[in-house]
């Protein structure tokens, strides 16, 4: 099984990309603004990936802003370029347009800004999707923008309350938010061991790239540690560990409590439920993390 990953490299996007590319499970990598701006998360995907060596997975941009906002984006977690005290160099992208390289099995650890024009511009194949994962919102939690709203959903509501309300019908749904995510964690001793393994320009660029993230997670009482959503969101969407889920349909706030995600009780003809994610073995995603880039 195979996927495409779209995203917005981004430090814990980063592990994600490691991990599908080095497990062989990745078909394309697609991007949106986010963590930085869309042709910047490109580049980046495209700089890992070359660093990484292996097939070449073809990276595209997708949208350049959210569907009904400016872009905002956040360079105090993530740094300037996106990969904390790394500036990534450019590469071949895919010369045609995004939409061309999403398929039926789709993980999203961005903003839902691509998934929502997916469904509005090829309607048939946003329907025949059949796996989508996706990072994003804090249900009944603390959010980590506002208090109420996760970043990704909170940059693009719009978006996301478009997909919520619009799902895939025939698709299972898996939505990984923080209450879970946030407890998946890499320090420096996490990280020693992975980047040995890794080597090359990628295990030598890891401590730098992380150093940025281990700072601002130290600045906000969190410890010098960080917290990596897109690489557990990935785990789950490829059933590399066991986790739990609850089937519920969900709503968008985009309006005062902007991002704030909430269940819905009695929700109207075609939204239909989401499985969110509500528990996982922490250690056993580090271990299957760690043997995917140093197997045994």
Known sequence: MSFVLDC????????ALIYMQRTGQLDAVTTTGGNVG??????NARWLLDALGGPTVPVAPGEPA?????????????????????????????????EDLWGS????????TNLARF???????????????????????PGNTTDHAEWNIWVDPEAAEDVFGHLPPHARVTLCPLNVTEGFRIDPARLTPI????????????PEIMRFYWEFHES??????????????CLIACDAVDYAVEEVALTVDTGADRGAVTQVAHPEAGRLPVRVLTGVDYEEAHRVFFDSIAPR
């Open 105 to 112: 099995k789709l993980i999203v650890t961005g903003p839902l």
């Open 119 to 141: 469904r509005e511009r090829c309607p048939e194949r946003y329907a025949a999707i059949e796996e989508l994962t996706i990072m994003g919102g804090a249900i009944d939690y």
């Open 38 to 43: 869309t042709a910047q998360t490109a580049t």
């Open 66 to 98: 959210p569907i009904a906002r400016e872009l905002i984006t956040t360079p105090e977690t993530h740094g300037e370029y996106g990969l904390g005290y790394v500036h990534p160099t450019p590469g071949t992208l895919h010369p045609g347009p995004w």
């Open 8 to 15: 917005d490299p981004g430090i814990d996007d980063a592990f």
């Open 220 to 233: 906000h009482g969190i410890g010098y540690t960080a917290q990596i959503h897109d690489l557990l969101t």
């Open 195 to 206: 980047a040995e393994a890794l080597g090359g320009e990628v295990g030598a660029a890891l």
